[in-house]
């Protein structure tokens, strides 16, 4: 960890779950007062935070009572009522990131209208709801040619729980020009870990999708031929400083992130490329805080997939490779610090999510793994994080484990990473799998 300048203040966090615990980690490390707004007295964070304020995460009462403790405010995840919160930035609460940095990343429909107007590449979409007004199979305009960004926007800021849709309005539908099956479709908000997405193969499966869901809540997507999933976790502090997180590679089994590569090989102009997206859009959005960016790399080149508001499963392999992680990262640019450029330690690190492979009520007997979380502690160099929740269920992240690199050779380095992974999925095996999804096409 690198050295601890002394914050003016408590930093408050709403949201109780496993990166607020990790976060509370790192705040009794730098002897930070972290303060958090959590409904649930059995989340992860509550037994480390130094307070807590307990309410729903959406309960901007509440959120209000948080910032009488504190210096700043931030947030666990993007699943934010902004309209609620408004009243409170206006009468001076401080959010980092600002409501206004937040708003275009809150859905995956303004993500890539954002996308689009900072020139910044990412798949080809198109809005559900576009196709609604195109009967007898006329093809509508793809996405920012016949849809304003305050339209776009609009869809994003209401409840994004999904409807049916009105049968009256239910056509068959052309696609736009340029677009071809298969295509992903994506829930614009509150889908996570592949949940909200449905895979397009036919004009049958489409019509189906319409049918079940409100077409203003969604987003279609290109499927995207990729030889590699990155990621990058980056911050801005208060002075304008960006720094960044090593570019990662990322392993997803059923859209949920299995294992996590640091460094990804890859060439400096493609690191850079990496970091110049963030920087862009860091900047852009006068934004304050840490922001994780998933990529696909291809034939495409370099795509965005995904923007995180917030630190980030693909940057929990910094608490010990770094001499700054993730967390520290957020604390240092929330709390006013300056944020300074974090570095390996190691000359790589694996970090692989602890999945549940069965389902465990809270009263079951083995319901924390207690053998298997043995086997791996005895494993060497590997530090396990358990986050501490009630129970499990099959595919739920219950916990992570960091295993610290030794080979200084790229290719080496992959070869230990792997033969690391086998033996620790010989001790925790992967859920089974609900499908036969290829790792060569595009994912949630």
């Given at each position: 960890?690198?050295?601890?300048?002394?914050?003016?203040?408590?930093?408050?966090?709403?949201?109780?779950?496993?990166?607020?615990?990790?976060?509370?980690?790192a705040?009794?490390?730098?002897?930070?007062?972290?303060?958090?707004?959590?409904?649930?007295?059995?989340?992860?964070?509550?037994?480390?935070?130094s307070?807590?304020?307990?309410?729903?995460?959406?309960?901007?009462?509440?959120?209000?009572?948080?910032?009488?403790?504190?210096?700043?405010?931030?947030?666990?995840?993007?699943?934010?009522?902004?309209?609620?919160?408004?009243?409170?930035?206006?009468?001076?609460?401080?959010?980092?990131?600002?409501?206004?940095?937040?708003?275009?990343?809150?859905?995956?429909?303004?993500?890539?209208?954002?996308?689009?107007?900072?020139?910044?590449?990412?798949?080809?979409?198109f809005?559900?709801?576009?196709?609604?007004?195109?009967?007898?199979?006329?093809?509508?305009?793809?996405?920012?040619?016949?849809?304003?960004?305050?339209?776009?926007?609009a869809?994003?800021?209401?409840?994004?729980?999904?409807?049916?849709?009105?049968?009256?309005?239910?056509?068959?539908?052309?696609?736009?020009?340029?677009?071809?099956?298969?295509?992903?479709?994506?829930?614009?908000?509150?889908?996570?870990?592949?949940?909200?997405?449905?895979v397009?193969?036919?004009?049958?499966?489409?019509?189906?999708?319409?049918?079940?869901?409100?077409?203003?809540?969604?987003?279609?997507?290109?499927?995207?031929?990729?030889e590699?999933?990155?990621?990058?976790?980056?911050?801005?502090?208060?002075?304008?400083?960006?720094?960044?997180?090593?570019?990662?590679?990322?392993?997803?089994?059923?859209?949920?992130?299995d294992?996590?590569?640091?460094?990804?090989?890859?060439?400096?102009?493609?690191?850079?490329?990496?970091?110049?997206?963030?920087?862009?859009?860091?900047?852009?959005?006068?934004?304050?805080?840490?922001l994780?960016?998933?990529?696909?790399?291809?034939?495409?080149?370099?795509?965005?997939?995904?923007l995180?508001?917030?630190?980030?499963?693909?940057?929990?392999?910094?608490?010990?490779?770094?001499?700054?992680?993730?967390?520290?990262?957020?604390?240092?640019?929330?709390?006013?610090?300056r944020?300074?450029?974090?570095?390996?330690?190691?000359p790589?690190?694996?970090?692989?999510?602890l999945?549940?492979?069965?389902?465990?009520?809270?009263?079951?007997?083995?319901?924390?793994?207690?053998?298997?979380?043995?086997?791996?502690?005895?494993?060497?160099?590997?530090?396990i994080?358990?986050?501490?929740?009630?129970?499990?269920?099959?595919?739920?992240?219950?916990?992570?484990?960091?295993?610290?690199?030794?080979?200084?050779?790229?290719?080496?380095?992959?070869?230990?990473?792997?033969?690391?992974?086998e033996?620790?999925?010989?001790?925790?095996?992967?859920?089974?799998?609900?499908?036969?999804?290829?790792?060569?096409?595009?994912?949630?």
């Amino acid at each position: 960890m690198g050295a601890a300048p002394t914050l003016p203040g408590a930093i408050g966090i709403v949201g109780g779950g496993q990166l607020a615990w990790m976060l509370a980690e790192a705040a009794q490390r730098r002897g930070v007062d972290l303060v958090v707004q959590t409904p649930n007295p059995h989340d992860p964070a509550v037994a480390l935070a130094s307070r807590v304020v307990q309410a729903d995460v959406r309960d901007a009462g509440a959120t209000r009572q948080l910032a009488q403790q504190c210096l700043a405010i931030s947030f666990e995840n993007e699943w934010l009522d902004l309209e609620a919160l408004a009243p409170l930035a206006a009468d001076g609460v401080c959010f980092l990131p600002s409501l206004e940095a937040l708003r275009p990343l809150v859905c995956k429909r303004s993500q890539r209208d954002l996308l689009q107007r900072l020139h910044l590449p990412c798949p080809r979409w198109f809005g559900l709801d576009q196709l609604r007004s195109s009967p007898g199979g006329e093809s509508p305009a793809p996405a920012g040619e016949g849809t304003s960004a305050t339209e776009q926007g609009a869809a994003c800021s209401g409840d994004s729980t999904s409807s049916p849709a009105s049968p009256s309005t239910v056509t068959s539908p052309g696609l736009p020009e340029g677009f071809a099956y298969p295509l992903m479709a994506k829930l614009a908000s509150g889908g996570y870990d592949g949940r909200g997405t449905a895979v397009l193969r036919s004009e049958a499966d489409l019509q189906t999708l319409l049918e079940q869901v409100n077409p203003a809540d969604w987003i279609v997507e290109e499927f995207v031929v990729f030889e590699q999933e990155l990621a990058l976790v980056a911050a801005r502090d208060q002075a304008g400083e960006v720094v960044c997180l090593p570019l990662v590679q990322t392993h997803q089994h059923q859209q949920v992130c299995d294992w996590v590569l640091a460094p990804v090989e890859a060439s400096h102009a493609l690191q850079q490329r990496a970091r110049n997206v963030a920087a862009s859009l860091l900047t852009a959005l006068d934004y304050v805080g840490v922001l994780s960016i998933e990529f696909f790399y291809g034939p495409q080149g370099l795509l965005v997939n995904e923007l995180a508001p917030r630190t980030h499963n693909s940057g929990h392999y910094s608490i010990e490779a770094c001499n700054l992680s993730q967390f520290d990262l957020q604390l240092l640019t929330v709390g006013g610090a300056r944020a300074g450029e974090p570095q390996l330690q190691v000359p790589g690190a694996l970090m692989v999510n602890l999945l549940g492979f069965d389902d465990r009520s809270p009263d079951h007997p083995d319901a924390d793994y207690p053998q298997q979380r043995a086997a791996l502690q005895a494993l060497p160099q590997l530090h396990i994080h358990w986050y501490g929740k009630q129970g499990s269920s099959v595919g739920r992240k219950l916990g992570h484990a960091t295993v610290l690199l030794e080979q200084q050779d790229p290719h080496a380095r992959r070869l230990e990473a792997m033969q690391r992974l086998e033996e620790i999925r010989r001790i925790w095996p992967l859920p089974p799998s609900a499908s036969s999804a290829s790792d060569s096409v595009h994912g949630a």
